[in-house]
C-alpha cells in the first residue's frame, strides 16, 4: 500500500451547508453550484415526482422523503464528498492514461470528477441515476469553462452503454449498503473492456470489502493504490481518510 497523501485542501470550509462551494483540485479551483437549500430540494423533488404512493399526497417535503427513501433515491449528489476530492486528484496523476480514452464517472453526482476528466483530455460519459444531479453537472462544467461531458441519466441495473466498451470508469463513495454491490458488480462485468482500469474512492465503508471480494470472485484483480487524508467540506476537527482503490477485470 502507496503512502498517504495528502491533496490540497480549500481556502475555506463552510460550516453549514452553501449553494455554491469552491475547492481546490489538480492545482486550481473549482466552483460548484447546487441545490439553495436541502428542504426547497426536497419540495421540489416531490413536485417533479407526481402522487406519492407511500404517504397519499403530492409535492410535500414529506412525501418526498417517504418515496425517495423507499426507492433509494435519497440526494446524495447534493453533496460533495471528500471521496470525490481525492478521486479528482487521482485522475489528474494519470492523465496520461486518461487523455482520448473512453471514459465513465458513475454516479457523477455534482459533476466535478467527470469536470476534472474532461478537462484532463478523457471522453467522458457523466452517469447519475436523478436527472437533478445532471442539470446542476451541466451549470458545473460550463461554470468552470471545461468542455461538456456526456451526462446521461442511467440506472447501473440497466446497462445503456456496449458490452465492454468503457477504458476507464470511476465512482466516488456511491454504495451505502450491501445490496447495492450485486447491481454495481454486475454493471462493470458488462461495460469496462477487458483491459480497461476501475478506480473507486471510498472513506473506509464495511460494504466496499464485500464489493472487492464480490469482483475477486468473479475473476477481477484489486489493490489499494493511494490512501489519502481529505479536508471534508464542512469544517471538521480531524481530516477523512480516503482509500483508492484500483480494480481490474479478468483477461478474456
Known amino acids: 500500500m502507496s503512502a498517504p497523501a495528502t491533496p490540497p ?25 447546487r441545490h439553495a437549500d436541502l428542504e426547497s430540494l426536497w419540495e421540489e423533488l416531490a413536485a417533479c415526482d407526481g402522487p406519492n ?65 474532461q478537462w484532463l483530455g478523457a471522453r467522458v460519459i457523466g452517469m447519475d441515476y436523478e436527472e437533478a444531479a445532471l442539470r446542476f453537472a451541466r451549470l458545473n462544467a460550463a461554470r468552470n469553462g471545461v468542455a461538456q461531458p456526456l451526462w446521461t441519466v442511467m440506472d447501473w441495473r440497466v446497462p445503456a452503454v456496449a458490452p465492454r466498451s468503457l477504458d476507464a470508469v470511476w465512482a466516488g463513495d456511491i454504495m451505502y449498503e450491501r445490496r447495492f454491490v450485486t447491481p454495481v458488480s454486475e454493471f462493470l462485468d458488462h461495460s469496462v473492456a477487458r483491459d480497461g482500469v476501475v478506480w473507486v474512492a471510498e472513506p ?16 477481477w484483480t484489486t489493490r489499494c493504490a493511494r490512501t489519502m487524508q481529505v479536508d471534508a467540506l464542512y469544517r471538521q476537527a480531524e481530516r477523512v481518510t480516503v482509500y483508492l482503490w484500483e480494480m481490474r477485470p479478468p483477461h478474456a
Do not use: K, Q
Not at 473506509?204 to 475473476?219: D, K
Open 204 to 219: 473506509g465503508r464495511n460494504v466496499y470489502a464485500t464489493f472487492r471480494e464480490t469482483l475477486e470472485a468473479h475473476g
Open 9 to 33: 485542501s480549500a481556502p475555506c470550509r463552510p460550516g453549514t451547508y452553501a449553494p455554491v462551494v469552491e475547492v481546490h483540485a489538480c492545482g486550481r479551483a473549482w466552483t460548484l453550484e
Open 53 to 117: 404512493p407511500v404517504a397519499g399526497s403530492t409535492g410535500t417535503a414529506d412525501a418526498a422523503r417517504a418515496a425517495f427513501v423507499d426507492d433509494e433515491r435519497l440526494p446524495y449528489w447534493t453533496e460533495l464528498w471528500p471521496a470525490s476530492l481525492a478521486l479528482a486528484e487521482w485522475l489528474a496523476e494519470n492523465r496520461a492514461a486518461l487523455h482520448g480514452r473512453r471514459c465513465l464517472d458513475l454516479g457523477c453526482g455534482l459533476g466535478l470528477t467527470a469536470i476534472v476528466g
